[in-house]
């Protein structure tokens, strides 16, 4: 789980790899709310997102409220 204005988030979202200790198949996740599937050797996780939005998604979450639930797709 990543915090949503992470750079890690950001870079998940374009198609990059991510430092990440997990092994296998994960959920990747921002402040709890799944993102997609990534698959990781224990060093980096590869992104598995569809290959329609990769490049063209940013994750936002809604500027008036700091603890809002909710997260839209740009």
């Known amino acids: 789980d990543y915090p949503a ?4 988030i950001q ?3 374009h198609g990059e790899v991510v430092s990440s200790q997990q ?8 402040d709890g709310y799944s993102l997609g599937w990534g698959k990781g050797d224990g ?3 590869k ?4 290959k329609g939005f990769v ?3 940013r994750v ?3 500027k008036s409220d ?8 740009t």
Do not use: I
């Open 60 to 62: 936002k979450m809604a």
């Open 43 to 45: 060093r980096v996780l």
């Open 55 to 57: 490049g063209e998604t």
């Open 5 to 8: 204005d992470s750079p890690q």
């Open 47 to 50: 992104n598995h997102y569809p």
């Open 23 to 30: 092994r296998g198949w994960c959920l990747v996740t921002a």
């Open 11 to 13: 870079a998940y979202m």
């Open 66 to 73: 700091k603890n809002a639930d909710n997260f839209y797709f």
